[in-house]
């Protein structure tokens, strides 16, 4: 089992561009993540989605949008990046009240 | 509003010099404390849940307590490869499976 993927690992962008993060996990879990990672800020959750079919607004969602494609495939979209919106990006999913499995990220830069 | 406070921000121990960990949390109705290990450049790794008060979880030389308002992970002789950031995260009731995290605490274990 590969668990929760990300692609891509590594991202440089310029201001206005937009871009699609994709995430995908094997665990068959029905709720999903996407959080950013700020030095000093701890992760904050962007949208959520707690079942296939269902999406949610978490912390800091401004900016962004989100697609579950289907049970396994979570994707955030950037639709017109900026500078505010480097970071690090995680991926997460979790059965219901269990623990949550992190994917390994993605590196943001935005221009 | 419910949040979480994580203590020190940065811990140095000799190999063997045993320690704690702080997470101060406040929320509206405890569902899980969940710790968390993160090394650099990757996604954060699951390491405890506790659900009330008085319990007690145990993994090789880490021990996750939790009372009311806090939790503690405890690190008994620790090793160079016990290196990493540890991160606190609250799920609280009604709150649709969300986690909050605290910024963690980067420890660093010396030879």
């Known amino acids: 089992n590969a668990g929760v993927t990300q692609t891509p690992k590594f991202q440089v962008l310029k201001t206005g561009q937009s871009m699609t993060l994709q995430c995908a996990q094997d665990?068959?879990?029905?709720?999903m993540y996407w959080y950013r990672q700020d030095p000093g800020m701890g992760l904050r959750l962007i949208y959520y989605s707690a079942s296939e079919g269902t999406t949610d607004k978490g912390e800091v969602p401004n900016g962004y949008n989100v697609s579950r494609l289907n049970k396994r495939e979570f994707s955030l979209r950037l639709e017109s990046a900026a500078p505010s919106q480097t970071s690090v990006y995680f991926c997460?999913?979790?059965?219901?009240?269990?623990?949550?499995?992190f994917g390994p990220g993605t590196r943001l830069t935005v221009l | 509003e419910d949040q979480v406070t994580q203590s020190p921000e940065a811990l140095r121990l000799q190999e063997g010099e045993s320690s704690s960990l702080n997470c101060s949390y406040t929320v509206s109705g405890l569902r899980g404390l969940f710790w968390y290990r993160q090394d650099p450049g990757k996604g954060p790794e699951f390491l405890f849940t506790l659900y009330s008060a008085g319990e007690e979880k145990e993994k090789e030389r880490l021990k996750a307590t939790l009372t009311k308002k806090e939790s503690f992970l405890h690190i008994t002789a620790p090793k160079p490869e016990d290196s990493a950031t540890y991160l606190c995260a609250v799920q609280a009731r009604g709150s649709s499976y969300k986690l909050i995290f605290g910024s963690g605490t980067r420890l660093l274990v010396r030879p």
């Open positions: 997460a999913s979790s059965e219901a009240v269990s623990e949550q499995f």
């Open positions: 665990m068959n879990h029905n709720s």
